[in-house]
């Protein structure tokens, strides 16, 4: 491969495959700002669980809080700030590897190589461990989800932020993130609802009819999904088009490898002419 060939093959390769990356990456920042504007951005996908927690509200007779403002932050604000922080790093990576595949700089060839060669390596130790136990991720995403449960307002609660837990347990028949304890941390929560004090809100009720048939401390053992945790069910929301996410994670390594097998190229074909050193910012060919 080094031994009197002409590296333009293998830039053309380095140029088309950072290309697809940078695109790539462009479309993973887009989805970020996406998700992190909220339902101004997404608002329209989200009437499925409009429609649901009306249902719940009128059979628990509550004041409706205006469910057009429900909105599901604590989902989609992570997950759009791993989307921008991957892509703004897949992005930079990306350039080096155009302006190396343009052949104006050989230098680059080997900061980009670098780059890629620790994302790439970074990444499928990522995939195996994921692979093998999830659990340190479970861990780390339950964490964050439960301690933004301090701003959950009860039942009545007319913020987006309590909106969008209450649709998402109303919805998904489940409370809190592990279980009912989750509230603990929810300070703002008053607990009382149609003069009845509430051992879960009562949206984790089975039978939504009344707090005082449902979520008092008397029936809240079987009258309630009390240990029945909403992670699984929204880490499933988030990753329902596993087939989609499989493929888009392979081909960002896929095309990682190549860049990697095209930069190796060009520089064991520099070595082959005798050019050990990188030098200063040359045009190579």
Same mark, same amino acid.
């Given at each position: 491969?080094?031994?009197?060939?002409?590296?333009?093959?293998?830039?053309?390769?380095?140029? &088309?495959?950072?290309?697809?990356?940078?695109?790539?990456?462009?479309?993973?920042?887009?989805?970020?700002?996406?998700?992190?504007?909220?339902?101004?951005?997404?608002? $329209?996908?989200?009437?499925?669980?409009?429609?649901?927690?009306?249902?719940? %509200?009128?059979?628990?007779?509550?004041?409706?809080?205006?469910? $057009?403002?429900?909105?599901? !932050?604590?989902?989609?604000? @992570?997950?759009?700030?791993?989307?921008?922080?991957?892509?703004?790093? !897949?992005?930079? &990576?990306?350039?080096?590897?155009?302006?190396?595949?343009?052949?104006?700089? %050989?230098?680059?060839?080997?900061?980009?190589?670098?780059?890629?060669?620790?994302?790439?390596? *970074?990444?499928?130790?990522?995939?195996?461990?994921?692979?093998?136990?999830?659990? @340190?991720?479970?861990?780390?995403?339950? /964490?964050?989800?439960?301690?933004?449960?301090?701003? %959950?307002?009860?039942?009545?609660?007319?913020?987006?932020?309590?909106?969008? #837990?209450?649709?998402?347990?109303?919805?998904?028949?489940?409370?809190?993130?592990?279980?009912?304890?989750?509230?603990?941390?929810?300070?703002? #929560?008053?607990?009382?609802?149609?003069?009845?004090?509430?051992?879960? @809100?009562?949206?984790? +009720?089975?039978?939504?009819?009344?707090?005082?048939?449902? *979520?008092?401390?008397?029936?809240?053992?079987?009258?309630?999904?009390?240990?029945?945790?909403?992670?699984?069910?929204? #880490?499933?929301?988030?990753?329902? $088009?596993?087939?989609?996410?499989?493929?888009?994670?392979?081909? &960002?390594? /896929?095309?990682?490898?190549? +860049?990697?097998?095209? *930069?190796?190229? !060009?520089?064991?074909?520099?070595?082959?002419?005798?050019?050990?050193?990188?030098?200063?910012?040359?045009?190579? $060919?």
């Amino acid at each position: 491969m080094c031994e009197g060939k002409s590296p333009r093959g293998a830039r053309l390769g380095l140029l &088309i495959c950072s290309t697809f990356l940078l695109v790539l990456a462009l479309t993973c920042i887009a989805g970020g700002v996406v998700l992190i504007i909220g339902k101004t951005a997404y608002g $329209n996908e989200l009437q499925f669980l409009r429609d649901n927690l009306k249902t719940s %509200y009128t059979s628990l007779s509550i004041s409706t809080p205006n469910v $057009n403002d429900i909105d599901i !932050i604590f989902i989609t604000i @992570p997950l759009g700030a791993v989307l921008l922080i991957f892509g703004a790093l !897949i992005s930079g &990576i990306s350039i080096l590897g155009i302006i190396a595949g343009a052949g104006q700089f %050989y230098r680059f060839v080997i900061v980009f190589l670098v780059f890629i060669g620790c994302l790439f390596f *970074a990444q499928i130790v990522v995939i195996i461990c994921a692979y093998i136990d999830r659990t @340190p991720f479970d861990s780390t995403v339950k /964490l964050l989800l439960k301690n933004s449960l301090s701003g %959950y307002t009860g039942d009545d609660g007319k913020d987006s932020f309590t909106i969008g #837990w209450n649709a998402v347990m109303s919805y998904k028949k489940c409370c809190g993130v592990d279980s009912f304890d989750d509230f603990s941390v929810a300070t703002g #929560w008053s607990k009382s609802l149609g003069g009845v004090t509430l051992k879960t @809100p009562a949206m984790c +009720c089975i039978t939504k009819s009344s707090p005082a048939n449902c *979520a008092n401390t008397a029936n809240y053992l079987t009258a309630t999904y009390y240990n029945r945790g909403c992670y699984q069910h929204m #880490w499933d929301y988030v990753t329902s $088009n596993t087939g989609l996410i499989i493929f888009t994670v392979f081909f &960002i390594v /896929l095309l990682e490898f190549l +860049c990697i097998f095209f *930069a190796v190229w !060009i520089i064991c074909n520099r070595r082959s002419k005798g050019f050990t050193k990188v030098g200063s910012y040359e045009r190579y $060919n």
